[in-house]
């Protein structure tokens, strides 16, 4: 539904600010009329134009990032327990001067959309680029069950492991990157800069060169040559490839090959494994109900092939099948996820049995990325000492023939 900012004015003369969704601005007058709010302008927003990557980067009306969210989830939820109301926890964040400029931008927004009359979740639908759909429904949730601190809480503590956990696989892979990024960096220059001086001092001497020397100066001279041609096509390659993941289809294929990948595969699912059991135990904890999480749930995930994988686990309770079994029947996740929401399902506690199921991926997954990280820095290690082995012998044979010729 389109989304419009106004400015009106209440029968008390006090002008009041914010964004209302509606079918056009005819109808959104008369909702404000109806609020006892007389308009005085009414603008279309551009959301496509407001969420446009890279000019968003420099504005401060870009979202709220992840890990300001979980921040701002704990202080909302702190307030709220604490029995302040959700308009005034906010309007106590907004006084606050350590958020930042675009946080501050989209709470005073909020602030506005709460005073106008309408709902806490509807205020936050009105900036789905900064709270998806599953923290809507979950706030929708504690709307309806009356229940918003204790609701708030679980969601500030869910997002902060989820927020965890995406830092721990970062700083895992961070220093194979720098390993990665230094050893091609050290590669080029002995390539570009070091081989080449000394290719003219064996050049000048004429002599038959040995092959590994000559399979160095000929791949010494491509990258002279042709280097900067193969970084502008590695960029191009990438650019396509991002534009490629685009369409749906690419990216429902490349997903699935994702997770055919040796060790790397399994370590996917098992964050997405975490990521969804935590959700739906969120969820599930929240009284959503089952095929409700399951939506919000599969919208966390970034795999969609594994989305389409619950699309047909909701297909299959449509029919009458147990959660148990329709997620069993996909084959994808663990015997012991499975295995957990039949006895949650059967002992009635599929929430707490879901978290047990979120808490062993997470553990699972933790330990792959240790097993990996660990097998991948010898091999880089191993590698980066093979290529400078390589670059040293044909620097070094030739050397020693002249040597072994002058004697």
Request: aromatic share 8%.
């Amino acid at each position: 539904m389109p989304l419009f900012q106004f400015e009106a004015v209440t029968y008390s003369g006090k002008t009041k600010q914010g964004t209302i969704e509606g079918e056009s601005i005819q109808v959104v007058k008369q909702i404000l009329l109806n609020k006892e709010l007389v308009p005085i302008s009414i603008k279309s927003v551009d959301t496509k134009r407001k969420s446009s990557g890279f000019f968003q980067f420099f504005s401060n009306s870009k979202p709220i990032s992840s890990s300001d969210l979980s921040i701002l989830s704990k202080q909302l939820a702190v307030l709220v327990r604490a029995g302040i109301s959700i308009e005034e926890s906010i309007s106590v964040i907004v006084e606050n001067g350590d958020i930042k400029s675009h946080t501050h931008k989209v709470l005073e927004s909020l602030l506005s959309d709460i005073r106008s009359g309408i709902s806490f979740s509807q205020a936050i639908a009105n900036h789905p680029e900064s709270f998806g759909t599953f923290f809507q429904g979950v706030v929708s949730a504690a709307e309806q069950s009356g229940q918003m601190g204790n609701v708030l809480i679980k969601l500030a503590i869910f997002l902060e492991k989820r927020e965890s956990l995406k830092q721990k696989a970062l700083s895992a892979m961070l220093y194979p990157m720098i390993l990665i990024i230094v050893s091609m960096m050290v590669i080029v220059f002995l390539m570009t800069y070091v081989v080449p001086q000394i290719v003219q001092v064996f050049e000048s001497t004429k002599q038959k060169l040995p092959l590994i020397t000559q399979i160095v100066m000929a791949f010494s001279n491509f990258l002279t040559n042709w280097g900067l041609i193969v970084v502008i096509g590695i960029l191009l390659a990438s650019i396509i490839f991002n534009l490629l993941l685009k369409k749906p289809s690419f990216k429902f294929q490349f997903d699935q090959f994702c997770l055919k990948i040796p060790i790397l595969g399994k370590l996917i699912l098992q964050f997405e494994t975490a990521r969804f059991s935590g959700t739906m135990a969120l969820l599930v904890g929240a009284n959503i109900p089952i095929l409700s999480a399951l939506f919000y749930a599969k919208n966390t995930l970034s795999n969609t092939f594994l989305r389409k994988t619950i699309e047909e686990t909701e297909e299959r309770l449509r029919e009458g099948a147990s959660f148990a079994k329709a997620i069993a029947h996909q084959g994808i996740f663990s015997p012991i996820l499975v295995h957990l929401i039949r006895s949650g399902e059967a002992s009635g506690k599929l929430a707490e049995m879901l978290q047990y199921g979120a808490e062993n991926a997470e553990l699972e997954a933790e330990n792959k990325t240790k097993m990996f990280t660990n097998l991948l820095e010898p091999v880089l290690i191993l590698l980066m000492g093979f290529f400078v082995l390589g670059i040293v012998m044909a620097v070094m044979e030739p050397i020693l023939n002249m040597n072994n010729g002058i004697r």
